[in-house]
């Protein structure tokens, strides 16, 4: 599966922040909800999947991309990162641990903190994506490519590896999802992080 955007130039803008701010706390459940059970479904399929990143990818993009098997990305003018400390969140701990397996601890954590979105090049040489395409046709094709390696593995040993990869982020949040829905709800609801969410709603805007 090729996951991207018929968006000129975004393949994904990250979660809605509207449903952040001033949040409804039965709607924010149901949002919550249904972003922890697509992320398990995407983070965990049994096909290979790849993120052809034709776009700008913040936040719940990156996430998403990150959630594929292979990175693809246009360049060199787009950009991707888990930016949520620019927002004045935090990212969840399943998002950070998700990057962590893509990149490693310490460019992780340096990139979290900074909450840095990387340019196509930057992110090719840490390692957030595995390649970079001038175009999107290219993308697609190189990402194509990568899928028909998979046409001589078996199955199920593509999907006992990733499983046994992935395991340790996927289990924790199975574990605790009613954990982290409970906080993402109270988290949202804090004086501060409506205020930081205020602002930079406001920055948005042209
Ligand atoms: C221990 C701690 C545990 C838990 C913590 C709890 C919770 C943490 C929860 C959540 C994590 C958050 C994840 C996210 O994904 S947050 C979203 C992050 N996204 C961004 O920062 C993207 C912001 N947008 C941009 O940078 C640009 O829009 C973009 C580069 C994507 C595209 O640029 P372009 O120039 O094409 O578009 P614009 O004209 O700027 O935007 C159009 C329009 O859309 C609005 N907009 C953009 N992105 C968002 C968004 N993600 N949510 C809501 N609205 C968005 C933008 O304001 C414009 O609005 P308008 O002016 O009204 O047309």
Same mark, same amino acid.
């Given at each position: ?50 993120? #052809? ?36 969140? #935090? ?18 954590? #340096? ?58 982020? #996927? ?36």
């Amino acid at each position: 599966m090729i996951l991207t955007s018929g968006l000129q130039k975004v393949f994904c803008a990250g979660l809605d922040i509207t449903e952040f701010y001033n949040p409804n706390p039965d709607r924010l459940s149901k949002f919550w909800t249904t972003l922890q059970d697509t992320w398990l479904s995407l983070y965990t399929t049994s096909f290979p999947t790849v993120s #052809v990143i034709n776009g700008h990818s913040p936040a719940g993009g990156c996430l998403f991309a990150m959630s594929c098997d292979y990175r693809v990305m246009v360049g060199p003018n787009y950009t991707i990162g888990l930016n949520e400390t620019k927002l004045g969140i #935090v990212a969840p701990k399943w998002f950070q641990d998700t990057m962590v397996a893509v990149i490693g601890q310490r460019k992780a954590e #340096v990139s979290l903190t900074t909450g840095k979105m990387y340019t196509t090049d930057e992110a090719l040489q840490i390692g957030l994506i595995d390649e970079s395409l001038p175009d999107a046709n290219s993308a697609l094709k190189k990402g194509t490519q990568f899928l028909n390696n998979f046409q001589k593995i078996s199955p199920w040993a593509y999907k006992m590896t990733k499983d046994i990869s992935r395991q340790p982020t #996927v289990q924790w949040l199975i574990d605790n999802k009613q954990k982290d829905l409970d906080f993402v709800i109270k988290y949202m609801q804090s004086p501060t992080v409506q205020k930081n969410l205020e602002l930079y709603l406001q920055s948005l805007k042209k």
